[in-house]
Each structure stands twice: as structure tokens, then as C-alpha cells.
């Protein structure tokens, strides 16, 4: 009797050793599993502080730093080695001059906002940046142009300029020397003609101008015209009250913007268009026969009529 009850503490006390091994085991799996999941986060939330970021330097790609008031920018930001996106928009108390010493060094830099920041000048140390493919300068109406277009000049990837809102009335010749640019955002300025030496960008297929309400729309077609690859042309919120028959030496044309005119027929030339695929209309006083009108020389064509944000 006594070896049974013998034996048969000594199998709960194996039993119980067994559970308390089997808890543990799936303690310390649970934890390790979390630790993904916290590196992960902190990977995340990396992106919008510097100080979180210097503790996974080497993890972290872009920093999401726009409106946060920052005074300065620190030195220890070039140990980022593998950041390729800065976002800098509206902080303006930052000394951009002092800030791209550092900047300046981040040499996998792809793409940079600098969106109102109240600059009047491009560091020089930015024609450091050789990896830079797109550049947003949008609401600074104090920047030199002139002068920063000529900086830009040898920054061979460089191939998206955002340039909207600066109040500007004309675009310095100086755009010309950008040769990569392919893509010129300039919404919301005050512009009537486009610089004579603009049709030397020979790379440029997509120009925005929405929001210009000072077009000279006949001669912004005429110069259009020589222009040798535009795909995407946009002219919405422009006050445009025809478009002229010229549009039809756009010969690679695939979409148009020209939404929120006052459009009310569009010409017969514009089914000279083979390439056209797209072309929003929406929020224009149409006249009755242009849906079948446009059928008939742009069967292949998708017409927008109703503003496709709304309509979602």
C-alpha cells in the first residue's frame, strides 16, 4: 500500500513538473513572438521622430517629418544611412542653411519636401544629393527660382519638380536646364506663358498647371505644340473658356484635365488625338451634343463627366 501511494505522489509530482515545463515553453514562445510585432511598431513610429529613428538607424527609409515646429535639424541624422524620403514641409524655424550640412551627407536620398518653409534660397549642398528623383517646393513665394533651377541642373535623376503655389507670374528660363525633368507640377500660380526653353526638356511628358487662371490658353497650346512628349496635360480650375484647334499637335496626348472651365464645346480636332485615352469634362457648362459628339470622334476614349471623387 505504501509503494502505491508512494508511486502515485511521485507521478503527480511528475505530472506537475511537466505542466509547469509545458506553461514556461509557451511563456517564452508567446514572448518571442511579440518581439516582431514591438520591433515592427517601432519601425513605424521611427518615421515620425528622429530620436526613435537614431535607435534603428540602419531600419529606417523615410522620415515623416513635416508640420512638427522642429527648431533644427540634428547632426546625428546623417547616421541614417539608408534614408531615401525626407519630408521637412512647414517648419519653417528650421536654418536650412545649417540643416543641409547634414542634409547635404544623406547621400540615398530619393525623394525631399521642403513644402512651405518660407526659403529664398536652395542650399548649395542640395547638388550633393545625386540620388534625388523627386523635389517638392510647393508655398514658397520668397524662393529665388532663378537661381535654384541652376542648382538643380546637375542632379541627373532628378525627374519630378513640385513647384505649385509660389505666386508665381512667369517660370524662370533657368527650368530649361534641368534636363531629366519629366514630370512639372506648377498648380495655383499665376502663370500666362511657358519659357521658350522649355521645349528642350525633351524627357517631360506630364505638366500640370491647374489653377493657373492667367493662361494665355492659345499661345500655352502653340508652344505645347512643340513639345514633343506630353501624355498627361492638366488645366483644370483654369477659367478656360475654349480650347483651341492646335491641341491637336499633341500627338502622344493620353489624358486631359480640363475640368471646372467654363468648356462649353470642344473642337473637331481633337479626334486627330489616336493616343487619347482619358479626358475629364466634369463641372463645365456643356452644351447637349457633346456626349455625342465626342462619341463619334473619340470612340475609344473615356469621357468623364461627374468629378470621380464625388462619385465614390
Same mark, same amino acid.
Given at each position: 500500500?505504501?509503494?502505491?501511494? @508512494? ?28 518581439? #516582431?510585432?514591438v520591433e515592427?511598431?517601432l519601425k ?7 530620436? @526613435? ?20 535639424? #540634428? ?16 517648419? #519653417? =524655424? *528650421? ?35 545625386? =540620388?534625388? =528623383? ?8 520668397? +524662393?529665388? !527660382? ?16 513640385? *513647384? ?6 512667369? +517660370? ?48 500655352? !497650346? ?10 498627361? @496635360? ?35 480636332? *481633337?479626334?486627330? @488625338? ?7 469634362? !466634369?463641372?463645365? #457648362? ?22 470621380p471623387m464625388?462619385?465614390?
Amino acid at each position: 500500500m505504501k509503494n502505491k501511494i @508512494l508511486n502515485y505522489l511521485v507521478c503527480c509530482i511528475i505530472l506537475a513538473v511537466s505542466a509547469c515545463n509545458q506553461n514556461a515553453k509557451k511563456t517564452e514562445s508567446n514572448a518571442t513572438d511579440s518581439i #516582431p510585432n514591438v520591433e515592427q511598431n517601432l519601425k513605424e513610429e521611427a518615421q515620425y521622430s528622429i530620436e @526613435l529613428a537614431l535607435k534603428i538607424p540602419d531600419q529606417v527609409e523615410q522620415l515623416r517629418l513635416s508640420n512638427l515646429d522642429l527648431k533644427e535639424i #540634428p547632426q546625428e541624422i546623417t547616421k541614417i544611412k539608408n534614408l531615401n524620403r525626407l519630408y521637412l514641409g512647414r517648419n #519653417p =524655424k *528650421i536654418d536650412f542653411a545649417k540643416a543641409f550640412e547634414y542634409i547635404g551627407q544623406l547621400s540615398n536620398i530619393e525623394e525631399l519636401s521642403l513644402t512651405e518653409n518660407e526659403l529664398t534660397q536652395l542650399p548649395e549642398q542640395i547638388t550633393n544629393l545625386k =540620388k534625388l =528623383k523627386i523635389l517638392w517646393l510647393d508655398a514658397n513665394p520668397k +524662393l529665388e !527660382f532663378g537661381a535654384a533651377f541652376e542648382k538643380l541642373e546637375d542632379l541627373s535623376k532628378l525627374n519630378e519638380l513640385s *513647384i505649385n503655389d509660389n505666386d508665381l507670374k512667369e +517660370l524662370p528660363a533657368s527650368i530649361a536646364s534641368i534636363k531629366s525633368l519629366e514630370i512639372l507640377n506648377m498648380a495655383r500660380n499665376q502663370i500666362k506663358v511657358l519659357p521658350e526653353g522649355m521645349k528642350e526638356l525633351k524627357k517631360l511628358h506630364t505638366i500640370n498647371l491647374d489653377g493657373n487662371t492667367q493662361l494665355d490658353i492659345n499661345k500655352i !497650346f502653340e508652344q505645347l505644340g512643340d513639345y514633343n512628349n506630353i501624355e498627361v @496635360l492638366q488645366l483644370g480650375n483654369c477659367e478656360i473658356t475654349a480650347i483651341p484647334a492646335s491641341i491637336k499637335k499633341l500627338k502622344k496626348l493620353e489624358i486631359l484635365w480640363i475640368n471646372n472651365n467654363q468648356i462649353q464645346s470642344l473642337p473637331a480636332e *481633337i479626334g486627330e @488625338l489616336k493616343h487619347l485615352k482619358e479626358v475629364y469634362l !466634369f463641372e463645365n #457648362p456643356l452644351n447637349d451634343e457633346i456626349e455625342q459628339f465626342l462619341k463619334g470622334i473619340l470612340p475609344k476614349t473615356q469621357v468623364i463627366y461627374v468629378n470621380p471623387m464625388l462619385s465614390n
